[in-house]
């Protein structure tokens, strides 16, 4: 259902971004996401996925309560594991997670898992707040990234739900590789306070391989 500013919940970090460059919104669980923009999709799209529900979990029983909640935890760090919506758990430490839903929405089971936290031993971390959420997506993701990233990204470095916690365009980043799918992508979680400019810096390392915004409804 495509809706209007009037009616949001939250709003994007980088909401200003996307009504300059014309996005249509839609509603995701409490929420607004840009849904598509007035052009055709680019064959490299950035994916505003900030609003999106989402959750970090840290402490010395972090790890073992989540997977007691039947959630996937990967066995090391660094590393992701694809729940059975589409959404990703990201290991990060020995006691810390990060929980993603799907882009396409199960939003509803990450907030329910949210507000069962117990607060003994595993604690809830606000990451929807703290962290900006984008997804690059393309054939020409690993290159568009190498030029603002030290990290080898191929994927023969850089297998499909491998995590680095690194500078993306010299801001601290969490990059995760997609998973599923056959098109590269890599989800990038960064420093909510600086997300406008993260934003318009990745834009800007994209054109070159022609790329832009790109909607939740345009992943497919």
Not at 27 to 46: I, K, Q, S, W
Not at 85 to 91: E, I, K, Q, Y
Not at 143 to 156: F, S, T, Y
């Amino acid at each position: 259902m495509a809706v209007t500013p009037e009616h949001f919940n939250r709003r994007s970090f980088i909401y200003p971004r996307l009504i300059e460059a014309g996005a249509e919104f839609t509603e995701v669980v409490d929420t607004t996401v840009a849904a598509r923009y007035p052009h055709d999709a680019p064959p490299l799209g950035l994916v505003d996925l900030s609003p999106m529900p989402r959750t970090g979990i840290k402490g010395p029983g972090a790890l073992e309560w989540l997977g007691g909640q039947g959630w996937p935890v990967p066995g090391e760090n660094n590393q992701a594991a694809h729940t059975e919506s589409g959404g990703l758990v990201l290991r990060l430490g020995n006691r810390e997670a990060f929980v993603l839903p799907s882009p396409r929405g199960d939003g509803d089971t990450v907030r329910t898992l949210e507000s069962s936290i117990p607060g003994d031993g595993a604690w809830h971390m606000p990451r929807r707040d703290t962290h900006a959420w984008f997804l690059l997506r393309g054939e020409a993701a690993v290159e568009c990234m190498a030029k603002l990233c030290g990290v080898d990204l191929r994927e023969g470095a850089f297998p499909r739900g491998a995590i680095a916690q690194t500078s993306v365009a010299r801001l601290n980043t969490i990059v995760c590789r997609e998973i599923a799918g056959a098109t590269p992508g890599f989800h990038l979680l960064a420093d909510s306070a600086s997300a406008i400019w993260f934003w318009d810096a990745l834009l800007d390392a994209m054109q070159e391989f022609g790329g832009g915004p790109l909607g939740i409804h345009e992943l497919d």
